[in-house]
């Protein structure tokens, strides 16, 4: 008897536990899969990187400042030179946005934020090769530079920033992803050996400080020795990389189109303008002169170094005013996936940049000695429409030292075969792209046929325009 009622209360014991976890389950309480120790869901495909921060149920204006500032704190994950073991890994090209910088606007009749854009090892946030970092840069003499790069400072040195200009925060998170990628590349997959030559790189940068200085930063981390004789930097005029192939009257056309859209967004916000306004008032100027002066652009770097908003005689910018303005920034982000304007733009942009990315590609798979790493030093205006272009929409605006790289693998049991990653701040991104969004689900290689990626170069970005070759489809007026 005892036996028996024993049994039956051990019984419901386990019934009423399994009624627990089925709820807890169903309350998304408790993981439905397993979850291994780097935070992916073993059975997903698409392998996202889960954000380091906890993100919000709702836009966040602060939250996605916060992102967007990037600041060097939390030690970064990254899904880059991950493939099946018999994958060999023979090129990577780098494409990369500047670090942080100090605003390239002022707010009128307000006192600029006080930042020092010297170099100070010592002061945060820093990083263990900093000063290593400057006392190499100014041994610089013997290296190659194109053009006018050869004027500018290899490294920012200003008490007080200049406008535009790189700060220590900057440097260190090119710092960062140089060491990130090193540690990949280098040590793992042994890109480069200890006797590299000049011949295996490949760098080009537009012709700010900010950009060169960011590339040189990431490459003093990232190279086995960095030898300034082996260094040749290339300059390029363009924001958009389109070297000479930016005679493209279509671009600008659908580039016009996206500024009337975005204009239109902005007058329809009342938020925005009673904000404008009121902002006007505080610093004692007319509305329309504070709204050219772009007051989110220097907002965000005191934001971003923890600096006060601004303040007059007869009020406070607060953040109330920020969030306002940031909220307005992230809905016309969202509305430009919508409404497509800004993608034909993006299409046109960006094909003289793919294009040459592909050939490089195509010439390595041939087995022609060419660049094994390629960095191209850029700005958001250069990542934003290549990120659009292939297909990336869940992507964000790209944060201060955003990275997007593209790896190709060659196979090791079909050595003729070979295929793409394509990854965006270390997240693997290669199966949101256009060209590949579908491949994952019929194969069980976690890459891209690098043939698919030729193919969308080469022919799929016309179609849209009903052309059938880049010349065609920028003048090419739509029906």
């Not at 041994?139 to 700060?167: I, N, V």
């Not at 940031?326 to 294009?355: C, G, M, V, W």
């Not at 793409?420 to 991104?429: C, M, T």
């Not at 690098?450 to 739509?478: G, I, Q």
Request: hydrophobic content about 35%; glycine content about 4%; aromatic content about 10%.
């Amino acid at each position: 008897m005892l036996f028996r009622n024993r049994f039956l209360f051990l019984l419901a014991l386990a019934a009423l536990l399994a009624f627990l976890s089925l709820s807890l389950q169903f309350l998304h309480l408790i993981p439905v899969n397993p979850i291994k120790e780097d935070g992916l869901n073993p059975k997903s495909r698409k392998r996202i990187m889960p954000d380091l921060l906890t993100e919000p149920p709702a836009i966040d204006p602060v939250y996605e400042a916060r992102v967007y500032c990037n600041i060097p704190t939390i030690a970064e994950r990254s899904m880059e030179g991950h493939a099946p073991h018999y994958f060999k890994l023979v090129s990577v090209q780098v494409l990369i946005r500047h670090g942080d910088r100090y605003p390239l606007y002022a707010i009128p009749k307000t006192k600029r934020p006080d930042i020092d854009c010297t170099l100070q090892p010592s002061r945060k946030p820093s990083h263990p090769q900093l000063e290593a970092f400057i006392k190499h840069m100014s041994k610089g003499s013997a290296a190659q530079m194109d053009g006018t790069l050869s004027s500018l400072p290899r490294y920012p040195s200003h008490s007080f920033c200049e406008m535009g200009e790189l700060t220590q925060t900057g440097i260190v998170q090119h710092l960062r992803n140089g060491q990130l990628l090193r540690e990949i590349y280098i040590n793992k997959h042994k890109l480069l050996l200890s006797d590299w030559t000049a011949k295996q790189l490949y760098l080009e940068t537009t012709g700010k400080s900010r950009t060169l200085q960011s590339a040189l930063a990431l490459l003093y981390s990232f190279l086995p020795d960095f030898d300034w004789k082996k260094i040749y930097m290339r300059h390029q005029w363009s924001t958009i990389f389109c070297s000479g192939s930016c005679d493209c009257p279509m671009r600008n056309h659908y580039l016009e189109e996206e500024q009337r859209r975005q204009y239109s967004l902005r007058v329809k916000n009342n938020d925005l303008e009673k904000i404008y306004v009121d902002m006007a008032k505080i610093v004692g100027i007319p509305t329309r002169q504070l709204r050219a002066s772009n007051p989110i652009d220097s907002l965000l770097c005191y934001f971003c170094h923890n600096v006060s908003f601004p303040c007059t005689k007869t009020g406070c910018i607060g953040m109330e005013h920020f969030k306002v303005i940031k909220r307005h920034q992230l809905e016309d982000e969202r509305e430009r996936q919508e409404k497509k304007l800004y993608f034909l733009y993006a299409l046109l942009a960006t094909h003289p940049l793919l294009n040459q990315t592909v050939n490089r590609l195509q010439r390595i798979a041939e087995g022609k000695k060419e660049e094994v790493f390629v960095l191209y030093s850029a700005h958001d205006v250069t990542l934003s429409p290549v990120l659009s272009a292939l297909g990336i929409t869940e992507a964000r605006f790209p944060r201060f030292a955003a990275r997007l790289v593209f790896e190709l693998w060659q196979d090791g049991k079909r050595p003729k075969e070979h295929f793409i990653r394509i990854l965006y701040n270390g997240a693997d991104v290669t199966f949101q792209t256009s060209f590949c969004k579908d491949y994952y689900k019929r194969s069980s290689k976690p890459m891209c046929p690098l043939e698919k990626f030729v193919s969308f170069v080469k022919r799929d970005m016309f179609l849209v325009f009903n052309s059938t070759s880049y010349y065609d489809a920028c003048r090419r007026r739509p029906l």
